[in-house]
């Protein structure tokens, strides 16, 4: 059974997932990469408000998304 893809922005606060793949171009891709969220990378989702900021723990650090860049990142449970 193929696991379900979702977007960051719909997923709990408290969940771990892991990265896909980003529904954006090479700008967009490029900026997750330098964070550090390149394919198969586990985070987890510490804020999550419809329309609003998202912020994720990778490793130790963490980062901020705006709503629509949450929105073009495809990611998928652990």
């Given at each position: 059974?193929?696991?379900?893809?979702?977007?960051?922005?719909?997923?709990?606060?408290?969940?771990?997932?892991?990265?896909v793949?980003?529904?954006?171009?090479?700008?967009?891709k490029?900026?997750l990469a330098?964070m550090?969220?390149?394919?198969?990378?586990?985070f987890?989702?510490l804020?999550?408000?419809?329309?609003?900021?998202?912020?994720?723990?990778?490793?130790?650090?963490?980062?901020?998304?705006?709503?629509k860049?949450?929105?073009?990142?495809?990611?998928?449970?652990?």
């Amino acid at each position: 059974m193929k696991e379900k893809i979702l977007t960051l922005a719909d997923i709990a606060i408290g969940k771990e997932v892991v990265f896909v793949s980003i529904a954006g171009g090479k700008t967009s891709k490029r900026r997750l990469a330098d964070m550090g969220l390149n394919e198969g990378v586990r985070f987890k989702v510490l804020q999550s408000h419809k329309g609003g900021p998202c912020v994720i723990m990778v490793g130790s650090i963490r980062l901020a998304l705006g709503f629509k860049m949450a929105q073009k990142v495809l990611v998928k449970n652990v």
